[in-house]
């Protein structure tokens, strides 16, 4: 049974909303002011809040932003449900402050709970992709030997589950001059989402990481089994791959980019695209990559193969997005 945080200063409010949410079988917590709602929800850690935005103590927009901020509860969904703050402006800055939905008092009893249940789907997905990738990156973690590795917990990338930035630069400064069989024939992969910052205008900050989740899965799930994939920032995703070519890598990472592009991002039920015109929603099915390979060469460190895959990235970004780029190939590189 999903738990269901209800944050209203309002009694009769807290028992309308709370009655409804149990006839669809929620299970549910109170609180008066946002004040108590941030510590109910660190405490209770309920799959979804529901918000009031105007209260005493401390107002919705205040709750939201500390929900937001804390690594306990900045993955729990929010709504807003408000009769004072009902201008457009007050809906951006509830959006701002990371809240997935806005919704205005006296709501639609069906509305509500259709946009509760697609928010608690989202984050089922979420939760499994997740999960998914972690459970993937250590398989291939155990059959990589000789590299040091700090604990699961220090060494994954929060959002998407893939390793992370801090492990990344450690492998690349340290651990390669000392671990031949990764170093022998090293090729890396430097990849991009287009257009990302489109994604999170047109759907927000929370759908914006389904999407990294998404991608960093389909490439985990498409790429060799020695291959280790990163997420070192922002919507960019690395991948090392040992043992192969520049040219090889090239063939390799041109082909996961292929089947990212053949494959729905979203599924039907999916919160955010239900909400967007149906144009929008076509135009956001196909997501492209681009991407920069370079070759470790013997008088290579790793972050100078690094910044050399980063570099026929950006040719790939500045000469039309969507393409694969080797640094071999770029006739008068920096």
């Not at 009655?19 to 299970?27: G, N, S, T």
């Not at 510590?39 to 500390?66: R, Y």
């Not at 927000?204 to 389904?210: I, N, R, V």
């Not at 089947?259 to 999916?270: A, G, K």
């Amino acid at each position: 049974m999903s738990k269901i945080l209800i944050i209203d200063d309002n009694a009769d409010m807290l028992l309308t909303l709370e009655h409804l949410l149990q006839f669809y079988e929620f299970d549910v917590v109170k609180a008066e002011n946002g004040r108590l709602g941030v510590d109910a929800a660190v405490n209770e850690q309920p799959d979804l809040i529901i918000v009031d935005a105007l209260m005493p103590v401390m107002n919705g927009f205040e709750a939201c932003g500390i929900l937001k901020s804390q690594a306990t509860t900045n993955q729990i969904p929010v709504i807003f449900l408000s009769a004072n703050y009902t201008a457009p402006e007050h809906r951006r800055k509830g959006m701002e402050m990371g809240a997935d939905d806005y919704m205005l008092k006296p709501f639609n009893a069906k509305e509500l709970i259709t946009k509760v249940n697609s928010l608690l789907h989202r984050q089922r997905l979420i939760a499994s992709l997740r999960e998914e990738n972690s459970q993937l990156i250590g398989e291939r973690l155990t059959r990589r030997q000789g590299l040091q590795l700090p604990p699961q917990d220090q060494r994954l990338d929060a959002t998407t589950g893939l390793l992370n930035q801090q492990l990344l630069g450690k492998v690349l400064e340290t651990q390669l001059p000392e671990t031949p069989a990764l170093a022998e024939n090293l090729s890396i992969s430097l990849t991009d989402i287009d257009q990302f910052s489109d994604i999170q205008e047109m759907f927000g900050e929370q759908t914006a990481d389904y999407v990294l989740l998404k991608v960093g899965n389909l490439i985990l799930r498409n790429s060799r089994e020695g291959d280790l994939v990163f997420r070192p920032q922002g919507n960019r995703y690395a991948i090392l791959h040992p043992g192969i070519s520049e040219d090889t890598a090239f063939n390799t990472t041109s082909h996961i980019l292929n089947l990212i592009r053949s494959q729905p991002i979203f599924d039907e039920d999916f919160f955010a695209i239900k909400r967007s015109p149906q144009r929008r929603r076509y135009d956001r099915q196909e997501l492209t990559l681009s991407a920069g390979v370079a070759g470790l060469q013997s008088s290579d460190s790793g972050p100078q193969a690094m910044a050399q895959a980063g570099e026929a990235l950006d040719l790939a970004k500045k000469t039309g997005r969507n393409k694969v780029v080797r640094f071999r190939g770029i006739s008068n590189p920096l």
